[in-house]
T-cell receptor
């Protein structure tokens, strides 16, 4: 069974601070995604990365895919209360079924005003 | 604009009752999924389908059942609800998970009393 390890599990910071969330595996991904879930709603896809070393930016969010395609990070600059939510990484494993994603356990982020 | 719909959003029901959670999508996706999630916690896959008349059990054992008679419809049924079934149930669909990710519904928050 492939596992996606996310860290930290919980993160509480003040508005304006920077933060990084990590997603790691011992297996190689063919692609990796990040989702954000707000309380009472379903997760929403933020980004998909497919190439080793790839960096994508979405306003204050920066996503990086590791060179070996086994890990990824999400960096938020100058966090705002609206960034509060559960951040989930999900991967489609290279050589595995591309019909089903494997999800990490998530990072619960709270940004205090 | 959400293209995957779950009803009801909230349900409070007595022990022993039979319930059906509805999930419909208008995107023509072949692949559909049901997840169970406690607030702020990880997603647990309970059922999935790769097309009409195809259903499989997920990683988390569940007493629920599903059917896929039409592409757009993937209902989940509990024959006899118990308090241990209290949770949020999320439905998702995808054309190609590794490329486009999942589109999630807003979820059904189930409480069994």
């Amino acid at each position: 069974t492939q596992l996606l390890e996310q860290s930290p599990q919980f993160l509480s910071i003040q508005e304006g601070e920077n933060l990084t969330v990590y997603c790691n595996s011992s297996s190689v991904f063919s692609s990796l995604q990040w989702y954000r879930q707000e309380p009472g709603e379903g997760p929403v896809l933020l980004v998909t990365v497919v190439t080793g070393g790839e960096v994508k930016k979405l306003k204050r969010l920066t996503f990086q895919f590791g060179d070996a395609r086994k890990d990824s990070s999400l960096h938020i600059t100058a966090a705002q209360p609206g960034d509060t939510g559960l951040y989930l990484c999900a991967g489609a494993y290279s050589g595995g079924s591309n019909y089903k994603l494997t999800f990490g356990k998530g990072t619960l982020l709270t940004v205090n005003p | 604009e959400a293209d995957i719909y779950q009803t009801p959003r909230y349900l409070v029901i007595g022990t022993g009752k039979k319930i059906t959670l509805e999930c419909s999508q208008t995107m023509g996706h072949d692949k559909m999924y049901w997840y169970q999630q406690d607030p702020g916690m990880e997603l647990h896959l309970i059922h999935y389908s790769y097309g009409v008349n195809s259903t499989e059990k997920g990683d988390l054992s569940s007493e629920s059942t599903v059917s896929r008679i039409r592409t757009e419809h993937f209902p989940l049924t509990l024959e006899s609800a118990r308090p241990s079934h209290t949770s949020q149930y999320l439905c998702a669909s995808s054309e190609s998970p590794g490329v486009y990710g999942y589109t999630f519904g807003s979820g059904t928050r189930l409480t069994v009393v």
